[in-house]
């Protein structure tokens, strides 16, 4: 992403146990790494597994199906970077073992999130802040006045979604 110097910055929530979890990239899940154009060159671990056992199936999540399918419309110099408010998946600090539900981050997560946010934006020439669900709003607006909101795909907001994204972007 330093190569692309992208200009727009979409800040989630958290970690998704079936997505970014897995995949280290918000809103990115298996399935995307393994057959989306934007990470065709990337030699993935899950791409590697697939191509020595076909029956592994790569995990999906529906966020980032959402996301990556109104992503897919843009050309690719034009992705934005994607974070998370609180970059780490808040379940797997009280919980070790491999049932890690999704939880939303606690105040105390997302103000540690905003650090790490700073430190993140310091290193490119983010000219638009998108919070994608009202987590990330909230933590940031006070901070970044001119943040978009952005209705989050999950729990029925797919469709929103995807009329906001096609407002922004005009596609």
């Not at 994607?82 to 491999?98: A, D, G, K, L, R």
């Not at 290193?123 to 952005?150: M, N, P």
Request: net charge positive; aromatic share 12%; with cysteine.
């Amino acid at each position: 992403m330093k190569k692309r110097n992208p200009s727009c910055l979409f800040v989630g929530e958290a970690p998704g146990y079936r997505g970014c979890l897995l995949s280290g990239i918000p809103f990115t899940d298996e399935y995307t790494l393994v057959y989306n154009r934007f990470f065709y060159q990337l030699n993935s671990s899950i791409k590697v597994k697939i191509e020595m056992d076909n029956t592994i199936k790569p995990q999906t999540e529906t966020s980032s199906r959402v996301v990556w399918d109104c992503l897919d419309q843009l050309p690719e110099k034009t992705i934005p970077l994607m974070w998370n408010i609180y970059p780490f998946h808040p379940s797997t600090v009280e919980n070790t073992n491999t049932n890690r539900p999704n939880r939303t981050p606690n105040k105390a997560e997302c103000e540690l999130g905003k650090i790490i946010l700073k430190r993140l934006l310091s290193c490119f020439e983010i000219k638009q802040l998108y919070a994608i669900g009202r987590t990330s709003e909230q933590i940031l607006k006070k901070e970044y006045s001119d943040i978009v909101y952005l209705r989050h795909p999950a729990r029925g907001g797919s469709s929103t979604f995807k009329q906001m994204f096609s407002d922004i972007y005009k596609t």
